[in-house]
């Protein structure tokens, strides 16, 4: 005994540990590691208040360090049995933190929770309830629901509370629970306790958005709380729960609509606002007076500047984007200022209206605004402005683009921005403009021209897939250049191509072939036919001659022919080797011979590419002769064959070719097979050709072109945007102008399209399923509003009540007179939802007895909560649902 105080005297308590730790300024670590050996010593005490001191400080680790605690749990479960009310605090808050559904020593706990829960002090039954809702599992609902059911007729209305708030939990672990309970749960709406009215409706809140379709008998009873509530929190919780239920039935829609804007004029709270507007936008879209409202207070408190109001409005209004495009029209000042914002998801949000307004009649106005924001923004906050531009002129082949010239200029501005990452799908838009649209090509060549001469974008590793896409158009379209051949090549030979990959300077070297044959060319015409003045101008200056563009070639691809990558080795050393002939210019017959093959490669080069559909292969037609055999097996010697070339090299074989080479076997061929080859190339190719016969198409199969090129009646003119504001800096609501759509469009150039384009298999997206235990949930519900049909009349006449008498419902703690509740239920014809409304004649034709059986009863009489809520059995379709809804509306709304 003595030494057990001895120990508890100088044992360290929780104030010291913390005061501890916060002097640890250095060796944190280790003050921790020696306070957990502390606890764990001192855990093995009999005392109780050292152990529970120990468990108390090991809770705090837990909760500041995350310090495991699981290895203390049978000591949780230790402290939570003793009888001082300060000792099972700690226990109770140490398996409240540490506990969860697969703890091993939970089952310990069931008994101890019981007899807690039915304790006299009201303190130990809400650390119970409390503890429950955090450890919660199945088992333990299952044995702890009488409990539970037991509590919410408590007289203590916060234990009423606590009971009211944990079956939420209960029945979501065990919805079996929710046929003893969810009545009584029903009931609590009409509490004399306003905070159990409140923790009862929080609760069917929390249900009813897992399955709305479930609740929808219930819908008077909120309306009626909805129409007395005085309480914000309440009042949100239910327009919460309206904002789930009026899609599923759209003339409840129209009854909680003037409700609602009655609560949008007069209310302050904004929460309460808010939660008001996105019920309109989820369920009232039909209803043109409340949608109204919500804009203007949108409008209004969006001008406040508060950047959580400023949130909430944009994702109100995207949400009335689709339905109420003119919500956003009359919005666009508001939006526009938002794109100032400091705060990044402000203006995401705003960057995705404005982009969900763009026409055809207001893209240019459009673009130019966001372009010029795009100058001053933050890296990231630019790209997405230059992705939403590119993704939205650019969708359905450039449906909203009728001036191309002008969208040229724009793909070119974008890869120019200083923080534009967006090079590849520039490259792309630009070849696939420059293919599609034949009027524009001289355009996009210019522009490509202006990207290539910029030295500044050659260091940029984000926008080579912009300059690949423009050398090729160059070199596709030399023709058009607006430059001489000779100022083309000195930009595609500049000192800083070294710079790009090695995919786009093999690109950039097969361009400079290009160029240079359409030079050679056109110099060739020149040259027979004005012979004395072109020698003239060649002594006026050497710059633009043929020799200074072989030197000009040859001084800076040179270097290249010892490239380390094998494409680019290739490419120049074919460049090179077409300047040969050229090199002496007075070696007329070698000059002769180059500009034959230089004309021969000009006649290949001139041919015109245009857009390949995913599905060309599918449309080739198989030649009738071409047999294919099932087994592979012969092609082993003709691939062995590229086997023996590789491996002649020093070059290693790389292990995928050397994994694929085993899985088909392949055998080089025999030194038989190649004796007797003629060293001839040609009759190589006849050889190869006579021994493998089966694997070549014929010579005259059929030749399968692309759709030719639709020229263009007009070409776009740019002159609206050519001359615009320079300083970017200058961005307010007067910068972007939304007009209507033109009635008379103009004449949009043509643009290419495949046969089956708009064809392409698209991605479904997968349909998520129900879990299991919502499913469950819904249904219990479903039985818990349909149960006892046979004996729901009967019971509901003998719950009947004479005028002026107490009330049958009883919440266990008192009663409240019809008189004083008939005073404050809505009217009849504020709830009930009549023929004339759209399928309501139908549902009362449905059931007649239930009609007729309350006209004959007396006009002040209010149905009992049973009486509302078994009326049908089974909602077996949605159809049925709404017909219930009717039914049910219909007959209770005199006492609802």
């Not at 592979?632 to 995928?656: M, Q």
Request: charged letters at 25%; aromatic letters at 6%; one cysteine or more.
């Amino acid at each position: 005994m003595a030494s057990a105080m001895m120990e508890s005297l100088f044992q360290r308590t929780l104030d010291d540990l913390v005061k501890g730790l916060r002097l640890q300024m250095v060796g944190e670590s280790r003050y921790l590691a020696k306070a957990l050996e502390e606890v764990r010593k001192e855990m093995k005490s009999t005392d109780p208040i050292i152990k529970v001191t120990a468990l108390q400080k090991l809770t705090y680790l837990q909760m500041a360090c995350g310090a495991d605690m699981s290895w203390a749990s049978f000591c949780a479960v230790e402290v939570m049995t003793m009888t001082r009310f300060s000792h099972k605090k700690v226990g109770y808050l140490a398996a409240s933190q540490s506990f969860h559904e697969g703890t091993d020593v939970l089952v310990l706990t069931t008994n101890l929770l019981k007899k807690d829960l039915g304790s006299k002090n009201e303190y130990e039954t809400s650390l119970a309830i409390e503890c429950l809702s955090r450890i919660l599992n199945a088992d333990l609902a299952a044995a702890l629901t009488p409990e539970v059911f037991t509590l919410m007729a408590s007289s203590r209305s916060y234990i009423r509370k606590k009971a009211t708030l944990v079956l939420l939990r209960v029945f979501v672990k065990y919805p079996d629970a929710i046929r003893v309970a969810f009545k009584r749960l029903v009931e609590k709406m009409d509490d004399a306790d306003p905070q159990v009215v409140c923790a009862a409706v929080s609760v069917l809140c929390e249900l009813t958005l897992k399955e709305p379709r479930a609740y929808l008998p219930l819908a008077p009873e909120f309306y009626r709380l909805l129409d007395k509530s005085s309480n914000n929190w309440l009042s949100i919780k239910l327009v919460k729960i309206f904002g789930a239920l009026t899609p599923l039935e759209p003339r409840l829609g129209r009854k909680i609509a003037g409700p609602l804007c009655d609560l949008m004029r007069k209310v302050h709270a904004k929460s309460l606002l808010f939660e008001c507007i996105r019920t309109v936008t989820l369920g009232l879209r039909d209803h043109t007076g409340a949608v109204k409202l919500c804009v203007e207070k949108l409008r209004e408190n969006m001008d406040l500047g508060d950047p959580n109001l400023k949130y909430l409005g944009l994702k109100a209004l995207a949400a009335l984007m689709d339905s109420h495009p003119w919500a956003l029209a009359e919005s666009k000042e508001v939006i526009i200022k938002c794109l100032n914002d400091g705060d990044i998801s402000i203006q995401r949000r705003a960057l995705v209206l404005i982009m969900g307004m763009v026409s055809e009649s207001n893209v240019v106005e459009t673009v130019q605004v966001l372009l010029r924001y795009a100058q001053s923004a933050d890296a990231s906050f630019c790209n997405e402005l230059l992705s939403s531009i590119l993704q939205t002129c650019g969708r359905a082949r450039y449906e909203i683009v009728s001036d191309f010239g002008w969208y040229v200029t724009v793909l070119s501005d974008i890869a120019c921005i200083p923080h534009s990452e967006h090079g590849g799908e520039v490259g792309r838009q630009l070849m696939d403009v420059a293919i599609r649209v034949e009027s524009v090509r001289t355009d996009v060549v210019r522009a490509c021209c202006g990207l290539l001469a910029d030295p500044a974008l050659l260091g940029r590793p984000a926008l080579q897939g912009a300059l690949c896409a423009a050398a090729w158009i160059v070199g596709e379209h030399i023709t058009r250049a607006p430059h001489g051949p000779y100022e083309v090549l000195e930009a595609l030979l500049q000192p800083r191509t070294r710079l790009l990959h090695f995919s786009v300077h093999a690109v950039y070297l097969q361009t400079v072939l290009k160029v240079f044959v359409s030079y050679a060319i056109s110099y060739q015409h020149r040259y027979f036919a004005k012979k004395e003045v072109l020698e003239q101008e060649e002594v006026v200056t050497q710059r633009g001659s043929l020799h200074a563009a072989v030197e000009l070639i040859k001084e800076n691809i040179t270097p290249l022919m010892n490239s380390v990558d094998m494409e680019v080795q290739e490419r120049a050393c074919n460049v090179l080797g077409q300047l040969q002939p050229f090199e002496d210019p007075n070696d007329i017959h070698r000059v002769q011979d180059g500009f034959e093959m230089l004309t021969a490669l000009s006649e290949v080069f001139s041919l015109d590419l245009g857009p390949v559909s995913v599905h060309a292969q599918g449309r080739v037609p198989l030649p009738e002769n071409l047999l294919i055999e099932n087994n592979l097996d012969a092609l082993g010697p003709v691939c062995g064959s590229d086997d023996v070339l590789l491996n002649t090299g020093e070059a290693k074989t790389s292990t995928s070719y050397r994994e694929w080479e085993a899985e088909f076997n392949f055998q080089p061929p025999s030194k038989e097979n190649l004796s007797g080859v003629d060293p001839s190339s040609a009759a190589l190719l006849q050889q190869h050709r006579h021994r493998y016969e089966n694997f070549y198409l014929p010579s005259d199969a059929p030749v399968v072109d692309y759709p030719p090129a639709q020229l263009t009646l007009s070409a776009a003119t740019t002159a609206s945007t050519s001359h615009g504001p320079t300083d970017s800096s200058v961005f307010n609501e007067n910068s972007l102008v939304w007009t209507k759509p033109r009635q008379a469009k103009a004449r949009r150039p043509a643009v290419v399209a495949l046969d089956d384009e708009d064809d392409l298999p698209g991605i479904s997206t997968p349909v998520s399923k129900k879990g299991l235990k919502d499913e469950l949930v819904f249904e219990a519900i479903r039985d818990a509003l349909s149960a006892d049909r046979n004996k729901g009349h009967s019971a509901a006449d003998g719950l009947e009540t004479p005028q002026g008498t107490s009330s049958s419902r009883k919440s266990g703690h008192g009663h409240r007179s019809t008189k004083n509740r008939d005073a404050t239920n809505p009217r009849v014809d504020e709830i009930q939802i009549h023929a004339g409304d759209g399928v309501g004649q139908e549902a009362d034709s449905q059931t007649p007895n239930v009609v007729h059986r309350e006209h004959r009863r007396s006009r002040h009489h209010r149905p009992s909560k049973l009486e509302i809520h078994v009326i049908n059995d089974g909602l077996s379709s949605e159809n049925e649902s709404e017909e219930y809804l009717a039914t049910v509306v219909a007959v209770g709304s005199k006492g609802v």
